[in-house]
């Protein structure tokens, strides 16, 4: 069998970035039986974030989010991790400090921890210095693991293989909600001028009216509203004039908005016949059709007045945010355009990506991506052919957004949550008052999500042990 071939008769497969994603798909490989060479560049050359030259060293919180598998996507993540054997995991567990439903830890006892596991494995070879350019010829499989912090000089070489526009800088987030918390009583589906543009139907925006009471009130929450400030190491990375906070924007004036993602015009208002004074659009953002993109609302107005002021629109009184705004400095690349589905890279294939490199958002997410990076270069180097986990499990649902189903021409980082999971069918739920069928929806996912993870694993021989 593959998982019995003699270790001399493997070549290594070379990992850059010893954060959690690169951490953790070192940790898959070596547990494997595949020699692995891990390169970080700390203590050699620092970043503008990190304290210490610490494997999987957590720089921004000490919490991975929550932790119930029931009714939280990001909890089936971590119960899917500990099933397919993680590192992350099993760290965190073990230096876990109390935090109500949350799995918040130790941060030095993790970092401590993670380290420890991957020096003291005799697979493991651990090389401190830069990858300043493309990885050697000779490297013939490498996971870059680079994170949001990646080297200017390796960026500049990714941006040479891949084209600048492929590689971003800078996040601007716009805020995302779940379908089915838009009232549609209020909200209406038209595009601009009933234009139907590349496979459209001229429907394809969900649109909120505003009346000049309403957008005079928004423009006022907007201007009083607590921001988030760039950290110091951020302040050198300007604006782009097309990604302006929306906030910024009402700054330079009361209408400015209205004369930019806000404007009405092309739109009718179905209930009154009419314009509305201004506009919100919603764009879908999966291919699912569960989630969508607030057109143009990328923000640094901190979380909590974030909810409360977009909740103010008409049609998003009761909405349910996948993602709230955001913008802050981040190398990730445009993955539906630039990787296939086991996240190599279609130029030169023996490049994979893991992390947060790949556009998605988290230490989670970060390490789920790393995880699945390891199995993917662990089969490969077991010639066994590679069946990525099915869309019904969180690993799988993440790695199908980044890979395929998120929208390359608006792609920006994603957390996981349940709108990229395909839903299930209602039928079970019937009679159910709404709030106990969305707990009981989301109770079922889970379960199938777990089970069919378990499946999975169970699949690929070399990296089920």
């Known amino acids: 069998m593959s998982c019995f071939m003699k270790k001399s008769s493997i070549k290594p497969v070379h990992v850059i970035g010893g954060g959690l994603a690169g951490s953790e798909a070192a940790w898959q490989l070596a547990r494997a039986q595949v020699p692995v060479i891990l390169h970080e560049m700390r203590p050699n050359r620092l970043t503008d974030a990190h304290q210490t030259d610490k494997l999987a060293e957590l720089v921004c919180s000490n919490s991975l989010r929550s932790d119930d598998a029931e009714s939280n996507a990001v ?124 496979a459209g139907t001229g429907k394809d925006y969900i649109n ?34 097309g990604c302006l906070p929306i906030e910024v924007m009402a700054s330079r004036g009361r209408d400015t908005l209205r004369f930019g993602p806000m404007k009405p015009v092309g739109l009718t208002d179905p209930r009154t016949g009419t314009r509305a004074h201004a506009v919100v659009q919603l764009r879908q953002d999966n291919a699912l059709g569960t989630l969508f993109n607030m057109v143009g609302f990328q923000t640094k107005l901190r979380y909590g007045p974030q909810e409360e002021i977009f909740r103010t629109i008409p049609g998003l009184e009761k909405a349910e945010f996948a993602r709230l705004g955001g913008i802050h400095r981040n190398t990730f690349m445009n993955s539906p355009r630039l990787l296939d589905g086991t996240l190599r890279l279609t130029a030169q294939p023996r490049l994979r990506f893991a992390g947060q490199v790949t556009g998605v958002e988290g230490y989670v997410e970060s390490a789920a991506m790393g995880l699945l990076t390891g199995r993917f270069a662990a089969s490969e180097r077991y010639g066994e052919a590679i069946t990525p986990p099915p869309n019904t499990t969180a690993h799988g649902a993440l790695l199908a957004h980044v890979t395929q189903g998120a929208d390359a021409e608006t792609f920006q980082p994603m957390n996981i949550n349940f709108g990229l999971i395909p839903p299930l069918e209602d039928v079970a739920l019937q009679g159910m008052k709404r709030k106990d069928r969305k707990k009981e929806r989301r109770r079922l996912m889970s379960r199938r999500a777990l089970s069919d993870i378990a499946v999975w694993s169970s699949d690929t021989p070399s990296v089920a042990a």
Request: with cysteine; proline share 7%.
């Open 75 to 198: 909890g089936i993540l971590h119960a899917e991790m500990r099933i397919l054997g993680s590192l992350v995991m099993a760290a965190a567990d073990a230096n876990r400090v109390p935090a109500g439903s949350a799995l918040a830890v130790d941060r030095e006892g993790f970092a401590d921890q993670v380290g420890a596991t991957l020096v003291e494995h005799p697979l493991i070879e651990i090389v401190r210095g830069e990858v300043c350019n493309l990885p050697p010829i000779g490297w013939d499989s490498v996971i870059v693991a680079t994170g949001p912090l990646t080297s200017p000089s390796l960026s500049k070489a990714i941006i040479e293989l891949t084209g600048e526009a492929n590689l971003a800088f800078f996040d601007a987030i716009a805020p995302i909600v779940h379908a089915d918390s838009i009232n549609m009583d209020i909200a209406w589906c038209q595009s601009r001028y009933d234009k139907p543009g590349p």
């Open 208 to 241: 909120c009216p505003m009346d000049e009471t309403q957008f005079g009130a928004f423009i006022d929450s907007l201007l009083v509203a607590e921001k988030v400030h760039f950290h110091e190491w951020e302040t050198s990375t300007p604006y782009f004039e």
